[in-house]
């Protein structure tokens, strides 16, 4: 009998749910949640399967935006609590694997169309197992580092959403200096998220903002706005270009998420690229690297369902 596997991406603000088994994810099975709507993931799968009535789950693997431990997770950007044991209970699944929601985004980068896949700069021809780059945007910020092997991907966890803002001077310096009074440790996702961009807008206008509407007040040639974007992508150049030279990823860069795509058409003219390949002798190295988007909404699920296959392989 063929596995069915059950497929969760838990954001900090949505769920989307899916099933699939050894030969991919199944046709028309995708559905997307409102966290908000529910008390846990628990009862977000509970009502996926009372609406699809798919028969008996082998497995479930979850990609869950916050740190795993010993088979439970916290999310960071939601109050909810993730257990094992609890969706094994809730599902019937004979095993369940949580992983970061950017260690799955890693595990589908094989399984990608291409064109799910934009270019956004060029650099040189990916190397064919070089390592790759995932850095995600939206809700909040993290990485994955892939790497491929002999017995397939290995994609590490990783919280650096949560590392300190680089040092900086002039505009940028003294908005790293603000987000330090509202989170001491400076975190990354302070300044590159959706909220980050809020933060952004409000340092520069003195008014709150979600990122719909700034990225509106932009096209409507507000300064503010146009200003906190700069900022933005300015700065989003200098963090990427810090972690590609720690993880030298010349099969590519590749941003994904709701904040990744909203912001990728600016983020030449906005000044992303002059920071994020300033880096003394290493800049040709930097302009070496592909610098994409991932535009594939399922792309988590993808993930969830190679990395199954491999633990199967």
């Given at each position: 009998?063929?596995?069915?596997?059950?497929?969760?991406?838990?954001?900090?603000?949505?769920?989307?749910?899916?099933?699939?088994?050894?030969?991919?994810?199944?046709?028309?099975?995708?559905?997307?949640?409102?966290?908000?709507?529910f008390d846990g993931l628990s009862d977000v799968l509970?009502?996926?399967?009372?609406?699809?009535?798919?028969?008996?789950?082998?497995?479930?693997?979850?990609?869950?935006?916050?740190?795993?431990?010993?088979?439970?997770?916290?999310?960071?950007?939601?109050?909810?609590?993730?257990?094992?044991?609890?969706?094994?209970?809730?599902?019937?699944?004979?095993?369940?694997?949580?992983?970061?929601?950017?260690?799955?985004?890693?595990?589908?980068?094989?399984?990608?169309?291409?064109?799910?896949?934009?270019?956004?700069?060029?650099?040189?021809?990916?190397?064919?197992?070089?390592?790759?780059?995932?850095?995600?945007?939206?809700?909040?910020?993290?990485?994955?580092?892939?790497?491929?092997?002999?017995?397939?991907?290995?994609?590490?966890?990783?919280?650096?959403?949560?590392?300190?803002?680089?040092?900086?001077?002039?505009?940028?310096?003294?908005?790293?200096?603000?987000?330090?009074?509202?989170?001491?440790?400076?975190?990354?996702?302070?300044?590159?998220?959706?909220?980050?961009?809020?933060?952004?807008?409000?340092?520069v206008s003195g008014l709150q903002a979600a990122p719909?509407?700034?990225?509106?007040?932009?096209?409507?040639?507000?300064?503010?706005?146009?200003?906190?974007?700069?900022?933005?992508?300015?700065?989003?150049?200098?963090?990427?270009?810090?972690?590609?030279?720690?993880?030298?990823?010349?099969?590519?860069?590749?941003?994904?998420?709701?904040?990744?795509?909203?912001?990728?058409?600016?983020?030449?003219?906005?000044?992303?690229?002059?920071p994020f390949t300033a880096k003394g002798p290493y800049?040709?190295?930097?302009?070496?690297?592909?610098?994409?988007?991932?535009?594939?909404?399922?792309?988590?699920?993808?993930?969830?369902?190679?990395?199954?296959?491999?633990?199967?392989?």
């Amino acid at each position: 009998m063929t596995e069915r596997w059950l497929l969760a991406d838990l954001g900090g603000t949505t769920t989307r749910v899916g099933l699939a088994g050894p030969e991919g994810i199944h046709a028309g099975s995708l559905h997307r949640f409102h966290n908000a709507d529910f008390d846990g993931l628990s009862d977000v799968l509970r009502s996926y399967l009372e609406q699809v009535q798919p028969g008996a789950i082998q497995a479930l693997s979850a990609g869950v935006a916050g740190p795993v431990r010993n088979e439970a997770a916290q999310l960071t950007n939601h109050d909810w609590f993730i257990d094992s044991a609890e969706l094994r209970a809730a599902t019937g699944a004979q095993s369940v694997t949580l992983l970061n929601d950017l260690q799955v985004q890693g595990y589908a980068l094989d399984d990608l169309a291409q064109d799910q896949l934009h270019r956004l700069f060029a650099g040189a021809d990916p190397q064919a197992t070089a390592t790759r780059l995932v850095m995600g945007l939206g809700t909040g910020c993290n990485i994955a580092v892939v790497h491929t092997t002999p017995t397939g991907l290995l994609v590490p966890p990783a919280e650096a959403g949560h590392a300190s803002l680089p040092f900086a001077t002039g505009r940028i310096g003294a908005l790293v200096d603000h987000l330090g009074q509202v989170q001491p440790h400076r975190p990354v996702e302070s300044a590159l998220s959706g909220p980050g961009l809020s933060n952004i807008y409000e340092w520069v206008s003195g008014l709150q903002a979600a990122p719909e509407s700034i990225l509106s007040a932009h096209r409507a040639r507000e300064p503010n706005a146009t200003e906190a974007l700069e900022l933005f992508c300015q700065l989003l150049g200098q963090v990427a270009g810090d972690l590609a030279l720690a993880h030298l990823p010349m099969g590519g860069l590749y941003f994904i998420g709701g904040m990744a795509r909203a912001i990728a058409p600016l983020l030449d003219q906005m000044g992303f690229y002059e920071p994020f390949t300033a880096k003394g002798p290493y800049a040709p190295i930097l302009r070496d690297i592909p610098v994409f988007l991932i535009e594939d909404d399922s792309a988590a699920l993808q993930g969830c369902a190679r990395y199954l296959r491999q633990l199967r392989a």
